[in-house]
């Protein structure tokens, strides 16, 4: 599996890039996988569910399943949270994985950029970014694309690893 992340201050346009580019290498006929990072806690669950119920009762994994989809929950219960490289190792193969988020990883990533957010790029302090979109022309010796440009930017990670 190819992986490539997308990674932004908060506001920059992570989560907009990163379902346009999901549907353009689809439409390319790759097949693709995401993995996202939240920095908050979160659920899947809703109180009062059999799942929900169970997860409460203290069962470790908890797995969904229907005719349409299957979720597999997993409760850490004060383990360490996961590496991104155990995380990889637990997805169907597919031809991409695209990871939002995970910006201290050593992976190769495309930096989601906009001039309102007030933030310096990270491109400048981490040479993992190997590009930036953005809403503005900010000042990078990295390659520069148009946030909204998406089919550049799918261009771009495609030639990267070689899909």
Do not use: C
Not at 72 to 79: F, K, V
Not at 130 to 157: E, G, W
């Amino acid at each position: 599996m190819k992986v490539y992340g997308i990674v932004g201050w908060k506001n920059s346009g992570k989560t907009g890039l990163m379902e346009r580019l999901v549907a353009e290498f689809v439409a390319r006929g790759v097949s693709v996988s995401t993995v996202k990072h939240a920095h908050h806690v979160f659920d899947v669950d809703h109180p009062g569910k059999d799942s929900h119920r169970h997860r409460e009762a203290g069962a470790r994994e908890v797995l969904l399943s229907s005719r349409k989809r299957w979720a597999l929950m997993h409760e850490l219960r004060g383990s360490e949270e996961m590496a991104l490289e155990e995380l990889l190792a637990k997805l169907s193969p597919v031809d991409l994985v695209l990871i939002e988020g995970y910006k201290r990883d050593g992976h190769a990533k495309l930096e989601a950029h906009r001039a309102e957010t007030g933030q310096p790029l990270i491109a400048l302090e981490d040479e993992t970014v190997r590009a930036v979109a953005s809403d503005a022309q900010p000042d990078t010796d990295r390659p520069l694309f148009d946030l909204n440009d998406t089919a550049a930017i799918a261009d771009f990670i495609a030639g990267e690893l070689g899909l």
